[in-house]
């Protein structure tokens, strides 16, 4: 490498330097957040929704509620035109019956005037006779012979004689009577001569009754006015009786009943028009779409107050909560790294159940980890045993392979087939452990080598058996002397040579039967060799076992009884303590 380019490389230039990480995965390695940061955000999420739910629900009761209210602000505006419309149709009737009268044309109109008194007496109305010059006649206002000029309201006596029916005037201010009032005009034609015009007059104050203020909700006002925009009569004192209605009702053109919505002075008002197709009048329900909203925003600022309320508690528990959370889950945290210096951990009951059962899940564990440490001591000691054990049984087995060796390639093929053996069942002691080795699994072993592949030319059976792991290092070279002389002479050097290894348990005694079946069998001839060694000699020392070798004519049998408390493991498997 050029040194030059060693040297102006800079410390933060290697791959592993944090100045490579790129912006990306600097992002992805987000700090962690605090447990209060998730509670509040829970608290926000479970409150939130709820607020704008009722917010929602809120607004959809008002709607609701201001569909029923129009409804009923229609039917209480119906209900008044209608008073209204029967004050005007009792006038009509009246003037209906008083056109009758015969006195009516004559030069002396004491007696109709008479009659009208009698007629009207206690009714508020008082009735005026025009003739064809729109001059009165008589007023019962005032005493017959009083002298009058020309009504006050020629128009709509002249508009009663076009049309020849009845007409509602609107409101006017009355000469005689020196108030607001309106008039509904009769024409009468007689049979021959001019005609004459009955008008029945009425203060307008005298129509304020039809106008029922308790039929209305809280906010709403009701007003009769004209076909000019002008006030009969009203239930606020506000609109006064001769002046302009404050809502525009007439520059659009009559207005139709229903409802709508106006403006005046900033202020918008929502108004239900209820028209008089007999006087041509409107009844006009009214009110400040703010007083039809305050309720709802009475609502909503109660709502509101409550959210935050709510919200308010929400994160007091919370930061509450947290401090419960944060101090348990440190104190684990000094636990959990205690635990990982191998040092004790004791379980504290915490409020919180899911804190103590980790608490007592690290002290459980601290535990175990102690019986490992104690277990991984003894296992070392039990390697450097068996090391030890294992030096000591290959010293032999190179001793014996060399005594019966005929040669050094002889010598290296059996001393090295004896260590594979012992390999198997090392393997087999190691990943038993304390709890021993299982005696098919060891036979299986030490047989599969030397079969032809062939499973069913051997046959095992018998019931579980775990041995010691000492027991086990014996009957695994036992086994493999026996494999290996199977493969030789016995089962396994002909094609068609079997094996029967059975094993049973009678008390306190283990008896395994190595069974050869071989045709055309030739017995050897006697001589000791190891494998002779081992199998009567260690396993007669080292297990107190009984062994009995027949030569049938078929094969070899081999007979071994060895006392059970000589074979099973110092350990059971359930009382391991390994974790």
Avoid: C
């Amino acid at each position: 490498m050029d040194l030059n380019a060693k040297a102006s490389a800079k410390p933060g230039d290697g791959p592993g330097s944090d100045d490579s990480v790129r912006p990306a995965d600097r992002r992805k390695r987000a700090r962690p957040k605090p447990i209060a940061a998730y509670l509040l955000l829970m608290v926000a999420v479970l409150i939130i929704p709820m607020v704008a739910f009722s917010v929602l629900l809120l607004q959809r009761n008002n709607d609701a509620q201001q569909k029923v209210l129009s409804t009923l602000t229609a039917a209480a505006a119906a209900s008044m035109s209608e008073a209204v419309d029967r004050e005007i149709t009792g006038m009509m009737t009246t003037l209906r019956v008083l056109s009758k009268t015969q006195s009516l044309f004559s030069d002396d109109l004491a007696p109709f005037y008479d009659r009208a008194n009698r007629a009207l007496a206690g009714t508020g109305a008082y009735l005026i006779l025009l003739d064809q010059n729109y001059n009165q006649l008589m007023n019962t206002r005032v005493p017959l012979g009083t002298p009058l000029g020309k009504t006050s309201d020629p128009d709509t006596a002249a508009v009663a004689i076009e049309k020849r029916t009845p007409v509602v005037s609107d409101l006017f201010y009355g000469k005689v009577a020196k108030a607001w009032v309106f008039i509904v005009a009769m024409p009468v034609f007689p049979e021959s001569g001019p005609p004459r015009i009955l008008l029945m007059t009425r203060d307008a104050s005298s129509l304020n009754p039809a106008l029922v203020r308790r039929k209305l909700a809280d906010g709403w006002d009701a007003a009769l006015v004209d076909g000019k925009n002008m006030v009969i009569a009203s239930t606020s004192p506000t609109n006064q009786t001769g002046q302009q209605f404050f809502l525009d009702m007439i520059s659009k053109g009559p207005a139709a009943s229903g409802e709508m919505t106006a403006a005046y002075n900033g202020t918008v008002y929502r108004a239900v028009v209820q028209g008089s197709d007999l006087s041509g009048w409107n009844i006009v329900v009214s009110a400040p779409m703010a007083a039809l909203n305050r309720p709802l925003h009475r609502a909503l600022r109660s709502l509101t107050l409550g959210g935050i309320i709510m919200l308010g508690l929400g994160i007091a528990a919370a930061l509450l909560l947290t401090r419960q959370i944060s101090g348990p889950v440190r104190r684990l945290a000094r636990d959990a790294r205690r635990l990982g210096a191998g040092e004790m951990v004791k379980a504290v009951d915490y409020p919180i159940a899911e804190f103590a059962t980790v608490s007592h899940a690290l002290a459980k564990a601290a535990e175990r980890r102690q019986a490992s440490d104690n277990e991984v001591r003894f296992l070392m000691r039990e390697v450097a045993h068996r090391a030890k054990n294992q030096l000591t049984v290959v010293a032999s087995i190179a001793k014996q392979s060399a005594r019966s060796a005929r040669g050094v390639e002889a010598f290296q093929d059996s001393f090295q087939k004896r260590l594979h053996g012992l390999a198997r069942s090392t393997d087999l002691l190691i990943a038993g452990g304390v709890a021993g080795v299982e005696f098919r699994e060891l036979l299986v072993a030490q047989i599969e080598p030397f079969q032809a592949g062939d499973p069913s030319r051997v046959e095992i059976g018998g019931p579980q058996f775990r041995l010691d792991n000492q027991a086990a290092q014996m009957l695994g070279m036992a086994l493999h002397e026996l494999a290996t002389n199977a493969s030789k002479y016995g089962a396994f050097s002909l094609a068609e040579g079997r094996l029967s290894a059975n094993w049973r348990l009678d008390g306190t005694e283990f008896d395994f039967v190595w069974r050869e079946h071989v045709p055309r069998f030739r017995r050897r001839p006697e001589r000791r060799g190891f494998g002779t060694e081992i199998i009567e000699r260690m396993l007669k020392g080292a297990l107190s076992a009984v062994v009995e070798r027949t030569w049938h004519r078929n094969g070899l049998e081999w007979h071994f009884v060895i006392p059970v408390d000589r074979l099973r493991p110092r350990v059971a498997p359930e009382e391991d303590g390994g974790v």
